[in-house]
């Protein structure tokens, strides 16, 4: 393999005179792959991150919960800036090899760091919890290093996953037959990839951390994204690369930005002097409006349902601790309130092969579009599901509290209560439905609706609305604990047998039906961006094709 074949130089150069067959489903296996061992590789740390912080960094559980939260949000925006800098800079290609070494390095210091022995000062470690097991703090230099370490993870996969995925999604050109309906398949088939990474990492690197050691855990981790960067490259002389300018980024979101200032003004004449020039500017008739603007709404309407997701890995895995976690009488095995989170990753790994394969042919039939709904009724239909999951969580926790009360277990919050954990499968299984539809939904609406040479920047817009559902949810359970702890017992309150967690997922369960109906009104009048047309606005040619766009 020459060296110009494998960085690419020139900006990537675009393989639609010359592909020699590159591109399609041969190119797309190998970046399916490169995503399930990466996500292995990153979910090896982020799954059991709370753990390793109240274990050997003896950080308290509200501390710790705290910063993963602030983490997890962190490396949720983090993909804007990596996939500003693939899309504008230095193109995908680089942007994913370039996260490959940041992977390696950081977490072959995480390993590293693991393996030093925390120096504890002399006398006993203050602790907050009688029961739990406590750890001295590490030293104020152990700490820095550990941060930093995990925070060049979040960069790294800020480079990595904007770029990966449109990379994936560019080998199935619109121009090519049957493209627009394999690139829909194509985002059905990545998350069946990522959660099935997800569900190996969270059941064989979490085990390897807890029973062997971190240090071997973390290292398995460093191992696996050593196989998905040799894999990547190994797929080289496979992908179709997209042109991508390296001079437009300033220009572009200096447009962009003149663009909302005359919409919040309406300075109708300062929005007619960007139609003419402005890099994100679909049509003239859409009188200047930049396509990020235009996506503005929808982004805003899809905040609440990340909100309801940020649930499952905090409130919902509470919830289940106080619950029977024993399998069978006699086995004398308990299941970790954590491990409930696989059914949401099975849930996904069942119903993608039913909705590519089934769904989608049936629904192809019935409305003639080639990925059987639009993207925008996909987005919908997972937020009623998620709507609904919501709804079942709250009648679950409100019949586990009837529980604790008739057992006489009120004042007992280390008693386990005597309601099955099973009970709580039916809310993370239609947590993964929903994901099926919004959030697969949304990563093929956001990569189609932007310009080609934006596509990493499109679908990093949409991984940060995880980011901002993170730290908005953070906010909520903040603010609603101060109201009723100021009023009476917390809705959160450490004694789950007295706190209402019922309440609050009543409230996400009404917000999210209400955040539906204001994403209907905004999807209806929707006007998808037709691709030939956003094309000749980016080169500056006028429209030769005429507006053929599809009503949301």
């Keep these: 393999m020459d060296s110009g074949a494998l960085l690419l130089p020139q900006g990537e150069q675009s393989t639609s005179s010359k592909s020699g067959g590159r591109?399609?489903?041969?190119?797309?296996?190998?970046?399916?792959?490169?995503?399930?061992?990466?996500?292995?590789?990153?979910?090896?740390?982020?799954?059991?991150?709370?753990?390793?912080?109240?274990?050997?960094?003896?950080?308290?559980?509200?501390?710790?919960?705290?910063?993963?939260?602030?983490?997890?949000?962190?490396?949720?925006?983090?993909?804007?800036?990596?996939?500003?800098?693939?899309?504008?800079?230095?193109?995908?290609?680089?942007?994913?090899?370039?996260a490959g070494v940041l992977y390696l390095v950081s977490f072959g210091m995480l390993t590293v760091s693991s393996m030093v022995p925390p120096h504890h000062p002399p006398g006993p470690a203050a602790c907050q919890d009688s029961s739990a097991a406590c750890s001295a703090p590490p030293s104020p230099v152990r700490a820095a290093f550990f941060y930093g370490t995990i925070y060049m993870v979040a960069l790294a996969q800020g480079f990595h996953k904007p770029s990966a995925q449109a990379l994936g999604a560019d080998q199935f050109p619109t121009s090519a037959p049957g493209g627009v309906a394999s690139r829909s398949s194509y985002f059905n088939w990545l998350h069946f990839s990522m959660s099935t990474g997800y569900i190996v990492a969270v059941v064989a690197l979490s085990y390897v951390?807890?029973?062997?050691?971190?240090?071997?855990?973390?290292?398995?981790?460093?191992?696996?994204?050593?196989?998905?960067?040799?894999?990547?490259?190994?797929?080289?002389?496979?992908?179709?690369m997209e042109q991508q300018p390296h001079d437009r980024l300033t220009k572009a979101f200096a447009a962009t930005a003149r663009a909302w200032?005359?919409?919040?003004?309406?300075?109708?004449?300062?929005?007619?002097?960007?139609?003419?020039?402005?890099?994100?500017?679909?049509?003239?008739?859409?009188?200047?409006?930049?396509?990020?603007?235009?996506?503005?709404?929808?982004?805003?309407?899809?905040?609440?349902?990340?909100?309801?997701?940020?649930?499952?890995?905090?409130?919902?895995?509470?919830?289940?601790?106080?619950?029977d976690r024993r399998i069978g009488t006699a086995t004398g095995l308990v299941v970790p309130p954590a491990a409930?989170?696989?059914?949401?990753?099975?849930?996904?790994?069942?119903?993608?092969?039913?909705?590519?394969?089934?769904?989608?042919?049936?629904?192809?039939?019935?409305?003639?579009?080639?990925?059987?709904?639009?993207?925008?009724?996909?987005?919908?239909?997972?937020?009623a599901i998620a709507s609904v999951a919501m709804a079942v969580a709250a009648l679950v926790e409100a019949a586990r509290l009837r529980t604790a009360r008739n057992a006489g277990l009120i004042d007992s919050p280390q008693a386990a209560v005597p309601m099955s954990l099973w009970w709580m499968v039916p809310q993370y299984v239609l947590i993964g439905f929903a994901n099926v539809f919004t959030i697969v939904g949304?990563?093929?609406?956001?990569?189609?609706?932007?310009?080609?040479?934006?596509?990493?920047?499109?679908?990093?817009?949409?991984?940060?609305?995880m980011g901002v559902g993170s730290y908005a949810s953070g906010m909520l359970v903040s603010a609603i604990d101060w109201v009723t702890r100021s009023t009476g017992e917390s809705w959160f309150s450490d004694n789950l047998n007295r706190a209402h967690l019922d309440y609050f997922y009543w409230v996400l369960a009404v917000v999210a039906a209400l955040e539906l109906l204001v994403f209907l009104y905004f999807a209806k009048g929707y006007v998808y961006t037709d691709k030939c047309d956003l094309g000749d606005s980016m080169t500056g040619v006028p429209d030769r094709n005429g507006n053929q766009n599809i009503p949301g």
């Excluded at 609406?445 to 991984?463: E, H, K, N, S, T």
């Design 442 to 465: 949304l990563e093929e609406f956001f990569y189609d609706q932007v310009p080609d040479a934006l596509r990493a920047v499109g679908l990093a817009l949409c991984l940060s609305i």
């Design 23 to 98: 591109g399609g489903w041969p190119a797309a296996l190998f970046l399916l792959a490169v995503e399930f061992v990466e996500r292995v590789g990153f979910y090896g740390v982020q799954g059991n991150l709370i753990m390793y912080l109240t274990g050997p960094l003896g950080l308290s559980t509200a501390a710790a919960a705290a910063g993963v939260n602030a983490w997890a949000g962190t490396a949720s925006m983090l993909p804007l800036l990596g996939a500003l800098a693939a899309d504008s800079w230095i193109g995908r290609y680089r942007a994913i090899v370039a």
């Design 209 to 240: 951390q807890d029973n062997v050691g971190w240090a071997a855990g973390f290292g398995a981790s460093w191992a696996m994204m050593l196989v998905s960067l040799s894999l990547f490259l190994l797929g080289t002389r496979k992908y179709r």
């Design 261 to 323: 200032t005359a919409s919040i003004f309406r300075r109708r004449d300062a929005m007619d002097t960007e139609s003419g020039s402005s890099l994100l500017t679909p049509d003239k008739q859409q009188e200047g409006k930049g396509v990020l603007v235009k996506l503005l709404p929808i982004w805003l309407t899809s905040v609440v349902y990340a909100v309801v997701i940020a649930q499952v890995s905090t409130l919902f895995t509470k919830q289940g601790s106080n619950m």
């Design 340 to 383: 409930l989170q696989s059914f949401l990753g099975l849930a996904i790994i069942a119903s993608v092969p039913v909705y590519d394969r089934a769904f989608v042919p049936l629904a192809r039939r019935l409305t003639k579009q080639p990925s059987g709904i639009t993207t925008l009724q996909r987005i919908g239909a997972g937020m």
